[in-house]
Each structure stands twice: as C-alpha cells, then as structure tokens.
C-alpha cells in the first residue's frame, strides 16, 4: 500500500504529484502491461540481451 504524508497546509497537488511518483516506482502499471499477451521466453532473452548492450554501449560512451 502506498502512504503518502500530507503536511499541514501542503498543496494537494503536490501530494497527488508524490504518490504519482511512487505508483511508477513500483512497476504496476508495467507489469500489468506486460501480462496483457504472451511473449516467448526467447523473445524476452533477446530483449534483455539488448538492453544490456544499449547499457554498456552508454556506459562506454560517459567513460
């Protein structure tokens, strides 16, 4: 359950945009999107391979 503290006099907005943020944090709205068709497990290796390249690559390229 997400819990966001609400200070006295604090805009609800501001709140609204907290709890915003903590939603995408915990990845239900990724998950579920995931869920919704079937991938292969070697579609989903091919995936992560290549992340990890793309992650190397900008690694590289900072260094």
Do not use: C
């Amino acid at each position: 359950m997400i819990i966001v503290p609400v200070k006295e006099g604090e805009n609800i907005d501001r709140a609204l945009k907290k709890f915003k943020r903590k939603f995408e944090k915990t990845g239900v709205i990724k998950e579920l999107r995931n869920r919704q068709h079937y991938s292969k497990p070697s579609v989903i290796k091919r995936e992560e391979k290549l992340h990890a390249i793309y992650k190397q690559m900008l690694q590289q390229q900072e260094q």
